[in-house]
């Protein structure tokens, strides 16, 4: 851990160095999951060329460098160096439901800094914010990344817990975020539309949840104008109520239109490394 907060302290123009040389062990000399990034960009986007997809991949690579030293800058940055490179468009409106005693679901996906984006939020938030995660099987990181993810009071919350956590705390006040892209078991397969041109299953707990609390949802994008500097906006997804159909899921298809505006409009910038297309379905 030590050795962790000690790069963390040094300045941005030495960590994008670093950065610099990770993409090139990464990309150039090793291909970190290439034959999947390629594939996955190719079903995604098949209008584009080869030099396009290409191009999007040689970013998408020195951009997932710079994720690996910014989210470890976490562990030392200033909140005010931190307030100066995370701007939230429009932060009054998910604070004006919360101001009214409403509690609220925001759900993001792996776009932009994910681990920047949490604490952006969280700094604007006047209440900790519960953030869902899987912990990790080695427990050096997983020890790691909490430190990195409460750097500003967030709360962590196990994925499996949530349902739990709502029901004990339906008569407090709460604000839960969650990174809701990533690919159900086969056997958990409750939704399935079509994203970014493939057939996509998707996690509903998110929905049903807010069915349950009967809260409303909102999706938080994140846009990167520079190095090491974004935009953070909110859209506001819906209301959940008892009444839907079970098996209807209007705030997860709306989840995943939003995503797929954001991902189109900057698509170096999404997570193509994951294997999210591994079900056929």
């Not at 941005?12 to 950065?19: A, E, K, R, T, V």
Request: hydrophobic share 40%; glycine share 2%.
């Amino acid at each position: 851990m030590l050795l962790f907060r000690l790069i963390s302290r040094l300045p941005f123009p030495i960590l994008y160095c670093i950065s610099g040389i990770l993409y090139i062990i990464s990309y150039k000399i090793i291909g970190y999951r290439k034959r999947i990034v390629f594939q996955n960009l190719r079903n995604s986007f098949p209008q584009k060329t080869t030099e396009e997809i290409n191009k999007i991949a040689d970013t998408f690579y020195l951009h997932l460098c710079d994720l690996i030293v910014e989210t470890i800058k976490l562990l030392s940055i200033s909140e005010k160096e931190f307030k100066r490179r995370v701007r939230i468009s429009n932060i009054d409106l998910p604070l004006q439901y919360i101001s009214q005693k409403q509690s609220i679901i925001v759900l993001t996906g792996h776009t932009g800094n994910w681990e920047w984006l949490l604490q952006a939020c969280q700094l604007h938030s006047p209440m900790p914010i519960d953030a869902v995660y899987k912990p990790l099987s080695n427990r050096f990181f997983d020890r790691l990344m909490l430190a990195i993810r409460t750097r500003f009071d967030a709360r962590l919350i196990p994925m499996k817990d949530v349902a739990r956590s709502v029901v004990r705390r339906k008569n407090d006040l709460w604000s839960i975020a969650m990174v809701a892209d990533q690919t159900p078991l086969k056997t958990e397969i409750q939704f399935v539309n079509t994203f970014l041109n493939q057939r996509t299953p998707w996690f509903v707990g998110a929905e049903k949840i807010a069915r349950l609390a009967r809260v409303p949802v909102f999706y938080v994008g994140m846009k990167k104008f520079k190095r090491g500097y974004y935009e953070v906006y909110f859209e506001k997804l819906g209301e959940a109520t008892n009444t839907a159909e079970e098996d209807t899921f209007p705030i997860i298809q709306a989840f995943s239109e939003k995503l797929e505006k954001n991902i189109e409009d900057f698509p170096e910038y999404w997570l193509w490394s994951h294997r999210r297309w591994k079900h056929k379905v």
